[in-house]
């Protein structure tokens, strides 16, 4: 079995920033694209941002030019850095998976973390 576990969400106040980590747990040999969503209440889940395991990244809009993600291949950990946070994005933050090789076999039903809060206010 499969898990991923976010950290590092909380309380800051606009304009400050936030590191969020996802690590995994279970048997992996390599993941595809692992990216970061988030969910803010009354609203659907959006993209925040996805990074393949060459390094090829994707950003949303709204976050281009404050957020950075990054990842770990042999740990199969990916990160998000929020710089210069806004009200707006306060949101639960959750961690993607798309898919993963176990060694012997491709995983292809992709995987949530249970997701970490970041509030954004004064």
């Known amino acids: 079995q499969v898990h991923l576990v976010e950290s590092g969400g909380g309380l800051v106040q606009p304009g400050g920033s936030l590191k969020l980590s996802c690590a995994t747990s279970?048997?992996?040999?390599?993941?595809?694209?692992m990216g970061w969503y988030r969910q803010a209440p009354g609203k659907k889940r959006e993209l925040v941002a996805t990074?393949?395991?060459?390094?090829?990244?994707n950003y949303a809009d709204s976050v281009k030019g404050r957020f950075t993600i990054s990842r770990d291949n042999p740990e199969n950990t990916v990160y998000l850095r929020m710089g210069n946070l806004k009200p707006g994005d306060t949101a639960v933050y959750y961690c993607?998976?798309?898919?993963?090789?176990?060694?012997?076999?491709?995983?292809?039903?992709?995987?949530w973390g249970q997701g970490t809060q970041v509030t954004v206010s004064s």
């Open positions: 279970g048997r992996i040999f390599s993941i595809d694209t």
């Open positions: 990074i393949t395991f060459d390094g090829t990244i």
């Open positions: 993607n998976v798309d898919k993963y090789y176990d060694g012997s076999y491709f995983h292809t039903e992709p995987l």
